[in-house]
């Protein structure tokens, strides 16, 4: 069996969603001929069984600074020197913006460069010791890359680098503009060496390969595991329950519009108050709270804060809705969600709406796994039909189609497998 070398930040027991691709890849690798080891950073709870882990040390840089100043490292700078913060950056206090300038340059190119050290001795250490065949290292964080980068020039191990997101091409790449010159200089010189790049869709391929001008950029989508989700049926809620689950990134997944909608439906008593819940599983956050006073939806609109996946799954499949925000970002066509992914397996209907549609519509009409609503009044649209249907049948019946099946983690691996067989030969 080939041997693959997976440098992974994000690795269960973490509970991100950008812990599952490297996780899933490695669990299915073997199944196609290929023998996974993890380089990742070492977690206080029980990592996952059957999959070879290398766990390094990690140092947390801006939390050692915290210290050494006298501030509590586990809070943050604002909420300890009193300074107000805004989800939009241009509307940052110069104060903001100076604590911002100087937590990009300290944690150049990310906050996880205390593991870069770590994670080469540790890589070398097993290196030094067993041949691999192939190292794919996932982003972000990007000094996953920049690990892989050291290992290929010292051994010439062939090398992929795989992006869930993009690293200075990304949307949501706010920094200074000095740094942002320095940072894509620091992107064009490390995968200068790399034998091959992936993305998770085609727009983000196309980016790529004009950037970097390489021919071998590939596509292959995060996915969702069929194991998370038993066929057998589960109870689904009383009331007409939308959920979302994950993080909405200080504002940036905004909610809303919905808020706004629901809001002036229970107006208009075109739907009942009492009959329906949403639900965040979420950060509990000062803005949320306030958006969801804001349209005097306190009884309806409750933030769980964050839970165990184990229970996010349950919270999903039992929900008659799940609801996807993406980021209002012009051109950010190929901008898809991990969670959209997790919500087909989950087996209920989506509707996700924010940003300009691209990748997420496009996969929502493939595979009919819901709606994406564009504009105020589509999303009215959407929600009253979905609601109507609840009221009447007493759920809401999801119309998935086969087309998913692409999309479980065991397809996706076999797509992944074929491009290691293709670089490495």
């Given at each position: 069996?080939?041997?693959?070398?997976?440098?992974?930040?994000?690795?269960?027991?973490?509970?991100?969603?950008?812990?599952?691709?490297?996780?899933?890849?490695?669990?299915?690798?073997?199944?196609?001929?290929?023998?996974?080891?993890?380089?990742?950073?070492?977690?206080?709870?029980?990592?996952?069984?059957?999959?070879?882990?290398?766990?390094?040390?990690?140092?947390?840089?801006?939390?050692?600074?915290?210290?050494?100043?006298?501030?509590?490292?586990?809070?943050?700078?604002?909420?300890?020197?009193?300074?107000?913060t805004s989800k939009n950056f241009?509307?940052?206090?110069?104060?903001?913006?100076?604590?911002?300038?100087?937590?990009?340059?300290?944690?150049?190119?990310?906050?996880?460069?205390?593991?870069?050290?770590?994670?080469?001795?540790?890589?070398?250490?097993?290196?030094?010791?067993?041949?691999?065949?192939?190292?794919?290292?996932?982003?972000?964080?990007?000094?996953?890359?920049?690990?892989?980068?050291?290992?290929?020039?010292?051994?010439?191990?062939?090398?992929?680098?795989?992006?869930?997101?993009?690293?200075?091409?990304?949307?949501?790449?706010?920094?200074?503009?000095?740094?942002?010159?320095?940072?894509?200089?620091?992107?064009?010189?490390?995968?200068?060496?790399?034998?091959?790049?992936?993305?998770?869709?085609?727009?983000?391929?196309?980016?790529?390969?004009?950037?970097?001008?390489?021919?071998?950029?590939?596509?292959?989508?995060?996915?969702?595991?069929?194991?998370?989700?038993?066929?057998?049926?589960?109870?689904?809620?009383?009331?007409?329950?939308?959920?979302?689950?994950?993080?909405?990134?200080?504002?940036?997944?905004?909610?809303?519009?919905?808020?706004?909608?629901?809001?002036?439906?229970?107006?208009?008593?075109?739907?009942?108050?009492?009959?329906?819940?949403?639900?965040?599983?979420?950060?509990?956050?000062?803005?949320?709270?306030?958006?969801?006073?804001?349209?005097?939806?306190?009884?309806?609109?409750?933030?769980?804060?964050?839970?165990?996946?184990?229970?996010?799954?349950?919270?999903?499949?039992?929900?008659?809705?799940?609801?996807?925000?993406?980021?209002?970002?012009?051109?950010?066509?190929?901008?898809?969600?991990?969670?959209?992914?997790?919500?087909?397996?989950?087996?209920?209907?989506?509707?996700?709406?924010?940003?300009?549609?691209?990748?997420?519509?496009s996969l929502l009409e493939k595979?009919?796994?819901?709606?994406?609503?564009?504009?105020?009044?589509?999303?009215?649209?959407?929600?009253?039909?979905?609601?109507?249907?609840?009221?009447?049948?007493?759920?809401?019946?999801?119309?998935?189609?086969?087309?998913?099946?692409?999309?479980?983690?065991?397809?996706?691996?076999?797509?992944?497998?074929?491009?290691?067989?293709?670089?490495?030969?």
């Amino acid at each position: 069996m080939k041997k693959v070398l997976i440098i992974a930040y994000f690795f269960p027991p973490q509970q991100t969603i950008g812990s599952q691709r490297p996780y899933r890849l490695a669990k299915y690798f073997p199944k196609y001929g290929w023998g996974p080891t993890v380089l990742t950073a070492k977690r206080i709870e029980n990592k996952p069984e059957g999959i070879n882990i290398i766990e390094t040390e990690y140092k947390d840089i801006v939390e050692s600074i915290k210290s050494a100043i006298g501030l509590n490292p586990n809070k943050g700078i604002h909420e300890q020197l009193g300074i107000e913060t805004s989800k939009n950056f241009k509307y940052l206090s110069w104060k903001s913006k100076l604590i911002k300038l100087l937590r990009d340059i300290i944690q150049f190119p990310d906050q996880q460069r205390g593991w870069y050290k770590y994670a080469i001795q540790s890589a070398c250490e097993f290196l030094s010791k067993e041949e691999v065949d192939i190292i794919i290292s996932t982003s972000p964080p990007a000094t996953s890359h920049l690990i892989a980068g050291k290992l290929k020039q010292k051994y010439n191990i062939p090398w992929i680098a795989d992006l869930r997101d993009p690293w200075t091409q990304n949307s949501d790449y706010n920094k200074f503009g000095f740094i942002r010159y320095f940072e894509k200089q620091l992107e064009l010189n490390t995968f200068s060496c790399a034998d091959a790049l992936v993305t998770v869709t085609d727009p983000w391929v196309e980016d790529l390969k004009m950037l970097h001008k390489k021919e071998k950029v590939f596509c292959v989508a995060n996915g969702f595991d069929e194991d998370d989700f038993p066929k057998m049926p589960i109870k689904l809620t009383d009331k007409f329950t939308l959920t979302y689950t994950g993080q909405l990134y200080n504002g940036k997944r905004d909610p809303s519009l919905l808020f706004k909608v629901v809001s002036q439906l229970i107006q208009e008593n075109k739907i009942n108050k009492d009959s329906v819940e949403i639900r965040f599983y979420v950060p509990k956050e000062n803005w949320l709270i306030e958006e969801i006073k804001e349209f005097n939806l306190e009884r309806i609109v409750t933030v769980h804060g964050l839970i165990p996946r184990d229970e996010v799954l349950i919270r999903q499949r039992e929900s008659q809705l799940l609801l996807l925000l993406l980021w209002e970002k012009e051109n950010e066509d190929g901008l898809c969600p991990g969670k959209l992914y997790e919500y087909f397996g989950a087996m209920r209907p989506i509707i996700a709406m924010g940003g300009y549609g691209g990748v997420v519509k496009s996969l929502l009409e493939k595979t009919n796994a819901g709606k994406f609503s564009e504009s105020e009044e589509e999303l009215k649209q959407v929600l009253l039909e979905y609601y109507n249907e609840f009221i009447n049948n007493r759920n809401i019946v999801c119309s998935s189609n086969k087309y998913i099946d692409n999309y479980t983690y065991a397809s996706i691996t076999e797509k992944y497998s074929n491009i290691l067989n293709t670089v490495v030969s």
